[in-house]
């Protein structure tokens, strides 16, 4: 059995070419690619009225998700097209076209009149800006998550993946900061008519810096004219494909859970738009620092025994800390809620995403990576609002989110326990 879990021994050579610039311009170009993504989540709630005000606030809701799921289920096509790209002419064009793709569909969202205005074509527009960015997305994280791992020191690799995923929590955290800004300055009726596109808008501005910083990135490995065929690969690592979604299972149920329950709230309680900004500000602050803790002790203790550690935590937390907030119905509980699961969900990305990179053969491995990724999060990260939201809707109950965090979490710490008893065993 081949799954080399927590081997840090890859066949690429290890480059001390790595330097905190070239980090820093990966995960900063990184963040503002997810940022988009965060926006939706965060203005969520003013999305809902200004392209579904027809539907009841129940329905409208769901609609609104379905959109945000649709930009995930798209993901798998962006990530086999752009991952074979990048294994074919290099991670750095590849991230070049990701962020020319993000462009259009971002300005789509930034532009794109409300349902009084078009009817039923302006959800539908919508739709095509968040398919078009699923698939730019769908070929970040494989081609990114590459360039990093082979370009740093093995002793090292889930530091800096630790660091590319706290990319995403600063993604967040300018999300809810914009949020509170607009708080304190606009009206609510402001905010739900306008004030909402303008993360859209400021986001669609910062891709010119995104693009100029991906073009000062340096390369450091350059792919043969050999790479693995997709279908060997799946044949062959049949095996570690499944292990790895599930891995991308446990990590992100929680983070897209926390986006939702950022906006809508715990134990049906609604919380006030600042409450709700502020959230997200403490979600993002708690994943930006507990990515790279997690990826630095991972390094120390083993990258798989800290995924472990991380899902446990999580599932003896969520539960206790969902029916506190139950009892609890105010804004500071809220927040230490959610960046509670959030945060010990952190402590496993960057150690997860160089568990999946090690698992397949360099050449290849960006597109291995990148549908991992997408069909991971498509399956189960961009449609957790519309899961949890639909279960508390048809059972009339509001513990959805907790139970589908502790789910996701006990699978994953189910089948890393019983695969690595497995692979122990068949090396004996």
Same mark, same amino acid.
């Given at each position: 059995?081949?799954?080399?879990?927590?081997?840090?021994?890859?066949?690429?050579?290890?480059?001390?070419? *790595?330097?905190?610039?070239?980090?820093?311009?990966?995960?900063?170009?990184?963040?503002?690619?997810?940022?988009?993504?965060?926006?939706?989540?965060?203005?969520?709630?003013?999305?809902?009225?200004?392209?579904?005000?027809?539907?009841?606030?129940?329905?409208?809701? !769901? !609609?609104?998700?379905?959109?945000?799921?649709?930009?995930? *289920?798209?993901?798998?096509?962006?990530?086999? *097209?752009?991952?074979?790209?990048?294994?074919?002419?290099?991670?750095?064009?590849? &991230?070049?076209?990701?962020?020319?793709?993000?462009?259009?569909?971002?300005?789509?969202?930034?532009?794109?009149?409300?349902?009084?205005?078009?009817?039923?074509?302006?959800?539908?527009?919508?739709?095509?800006?968040?398919?078009?960015?699923?698939?730019?997305?769908?070929?970040?994280?494989?081609?990114?998550? %590459?360039?990093?791992?082979?370009?740093?020191?093995?002793?090292?690799?889930?530091?800096?993946?630790?660091? !590319?995923?706290?990319?995403?929590?600063?993604?967040?955290?300018?999300?809810?900061?914009?949020?509170?800004?607009?708080?304190?300055?606009?009206?609510?009726?402001?905010?739900?008519?306008?004030?909402?596109? *303008?993360?859209?808008?400021?986001? %669609?501005?910062?891709?010119?810096?995104?693009?100029?910083?991906?073009?000062?990135?340096?390369?450091?490995?350059?792919?043969?004219?050999?790479?693995?065929?997709?279908?060997?690969?799946?044949?062959?690592?049949?095996?570690?494909?499944?292990?790895?979604?599930?891995?991308?299972?446990?990590?992100?149920?929680?983070?897209?859970? +926390?986006?939702?329950?950022?906006?809508?709230? =715990?134990?049906?309680?609604?919380?006030?738009?600042?409450?709700?900004?502020?959230?997200?500000?403490?979600?993002?602050?708690?994943?930006?620092?507990?990515?790279?803790?997690?990826?630095?002790?991972?390094?120390?203790?083993?990258? !798989?025994?800290?995924?472990?550690?991380?899902?446990?935590?999580?599932?003896? %937390?969520?539960?206790? +800390?969902?029916?506190?907030?139950? =009892?609890?119905?105010?804004? &500071?509980? &809220?927040?230490?809620?959610?960046? &509670?699961?959030?945060?010990?969900?952190?402590?496993?990305?960057?150690?997860?995403?160089?568990?999946?990179?090690?698992?397949?053969?360099?050449?290849?491995?960006?597109?291995?990576?990148?549908?991992?990724?997408?069909?991971?999060?498509?399956?189960?990260?961009?449609?957790?609002?519309?899961?949890?939201?639909?279960?508390?809707?048809?059972?009339?109950?509001?513990?959805?989110?907790?139970?589908?965090?502790?789910?996701?979490?006990?699978?994953?710490?189910?089948?890393?326990?019983?695969?690595?008893?497995?692979?122990?065993?068949?090396?004996?």
């Amino acid at each position: 059995m081949r799954i080399p879990f927590d081997d840090c021994n890859t066949d690429e050579p290890p480059s001390s070419r *790595l330097t905190a610039r070239m980090v820093g311009t990966v995960v900063i170009a990184n963040a503002l690619e997810f940022f988009d993504y965060f926006a939706y989540a965060t203005f969520a709630a003013f999305i809902t009225q200004a392209f579904f005000t027809q539907e009841p606030h129940a329905r409208g809701a !769901l !609609l609104a998700f379905g959109i945000f799921a649709a930009g995930f *289920l798209s993901r798998p096509i962006g990530a086999l *097209l752009i991952g074979a790209y990048a294994d074919t002419a290099g991670r750095k064009p590849a &991230l070049l076209l990701t962020s020319a793709l993000i462009t259009i569909g971002t300005l789509g969202v930034a532009v794109v009149p409300t349902h009084a205005t078009l009817g039923s074509y302006a959800p539908f527009l919508v739709l095509c800006c968040r398919v078009l960015q699923g698939v730019a997305i769908g070929g970040e994280m494989g081609s990114a998550s %590459a360039l990093l791992v082979e370009s740093c020191a093995p002793a090292r690799k889930a530091l800096y993946a630790g660091c !590319l995923m706290a990319g995403q929590g600063l993604a967040l955290v300018v999300a809810g900061s914009l949020g509170i800004v607009m708080y304190g300055f606009l009206q609510a009726g402001q905010i739900a008519q306008w004030g909402w596109r *303008l993360p859209f808008a400021l986001a %669609a501005a910062l891709i010119p810096v995104q693009i100029a910083l991906r073009r000062r990135i340096q390369e450091t490995w350059q792919p043969g004219r050999q790479r693995t065929p997709l279908r060997e690969s799946v044949t062959l690592y049949r095996r570690e494909w499944l292990i790895a979604i599930v891995l991308i299972f446990g990590g992100t149920v929680p983070t897209y859970v +926390a986006t939702y329950v950022s906006s809508f709230g =715990l134990a049906g309680v609604r919380p006030t738009i600042h409450a709700s900004f502020v959230t997200t500000l403490a979600v993002g602050a708690v994943t930006l620092v507990l990515s790279v803790a997690g990826g630095w002790l991972a390094d120390r203790v083993g990258h !798989l025994s800290m995924v472990v550690i991380s899902r446990g935590l999580t599932m003896a %937390a969520v539960l206790p +800390a969902f029916h506190f907030a139950a =009892l609890h119905h105010d804004a &500071l509980t &809220l927040a230490c809620v959610v960046a &509670l699961f959030a945060g010990l969900s952190a402590l496993g990305g960057g150690p997860s995403i160089v568990v999946i990179l090690n698992m397949f053969p360099v050449r290849g491995r960006a597109v291995a990576m990148s549908l991992v990724y997408a069909i991971g999060v498509a399956l189960f990260g961009g449609t957790a609002p519309f899961v949890v939201a639909s279960v508390d809707l048809f059972t009339g109950g509001h513990l959805a989110a907790a139970w589908y965090i502790f789910f996701s979490s006990a699978v994953t710490v189910l089948t890393v326990c019983v695969m690595r008893e497995r692979c122990v065993a068949a090396n004996r």
